[in-house]
């Protein structure tokens, strides 16, 4: 068996999953409905689902924002962690995900916790912010259009309070952050992030490069000091 070819990162991933993340018919169904809705199979992979999760629990986080729903596979993960009183607002540019996310979080027992908001997010994050207030969010997670994420970054520091997790999605590309060959928008948004967390001085960053079922990509993290150098 090669180390390391894609065959070997899926078969892993299921590994990992049989030993470590238990049955969860709601994440099952909530897949298993976005494939057959013919939403694109580009939800967090189990593992990372979890990954998020156990972020979101370790720092306590009660109130959350994410950018980018699509079947809502990522706000079941994240809703969860926030317990009963917590608060998901989760914003979705195609009405069609929306839909289709809001009935898989209804059946994964978080209606009350996870809200689906449609639009543009860099056109709802100014009410999010409104409702919130400075500092009212525990963590981002920023997964949708990857031209914008300097300003979901920007978004998640007037967010996010000190103490807390921006964490971005798809931040490696298959190595194409770093190919100067890649000059698509998505790429060019993904290097401009890079620079704007390498030079804020309010949080400590960095990003770990992934393999798996989702192929080669990367997360990075980011933890909101608040104040320089921190
Ligand atoms: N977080 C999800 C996957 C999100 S895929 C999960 O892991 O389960 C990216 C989603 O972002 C898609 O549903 C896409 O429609 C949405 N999107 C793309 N551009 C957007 C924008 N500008 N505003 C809001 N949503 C956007
Ligand atoms: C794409 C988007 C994602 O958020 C992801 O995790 C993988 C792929 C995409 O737009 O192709
Ligand atoms: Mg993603």
Not at 205 to 215: D, F, H, L, M
Request: aromatic content about 4%; glycine content about 14%.
């Amino acid at each position: 068996m090669a180390s390391s070819d894609p065959a070997t990162w899926e078969a892993v991933d299921a590994f990992i999953g049989g030993h470590l993340l238990p049955p969860d018919p709601a994440l099952d169904a909530a897949l298993a409905d976005a494939e057959a809705a013919g939403l694109p199979a580009i939800a967090v992979s189990p593992p990372q689902g979890a990954l998020l999760h156990l972020l979101a629990r370790s720092i306590g986080a009660r109130t959350a924002v994410e950018v980018g729903t699509l079947g809502g596979y990522s706000a079941i993960c994240l809703g969860r962690a926030l317990g009963p009183g917590g608060r998901l607002v989760t914003l979705e540019r195609e009405e069609h995900h929306a839909s289709v996310a809001r009935a898989s979080l209804a059946r994964a027992g978080l209606a009350a916790v996870v809200e689906v908001r449609v639009g543009r997010a860099l056109d709802l994050l100014p009410a999010v912010l409104d409702e919130l207030g400075e500092g009212g969010a525990d963590l981002l997670f920023a997964d949708a259009d990857k031209r914008s994420n300097p300003d979901y970054f920007a978004w998640g520091l007037r967010l996010v309070r000190p103490g807390g997790l921006i964490l971005v999605d798809n931040v490696v590309r298959g190595g194409a952050v770093i190919d100067p060959a890649a000059t698509d928008a998505d790429t060019a948004g993904t290097r401009r992030l890079f620079e704007a967390v390498g030079a804020e001085s309010r949080v400590r960053a960095t990003a770990i490069q992934t393999v798996g079922t989702k192929g080669y990509d990367g997360l990075l993290v980011a933890l909101v000091t608040g104040t320089a150098g921190g």
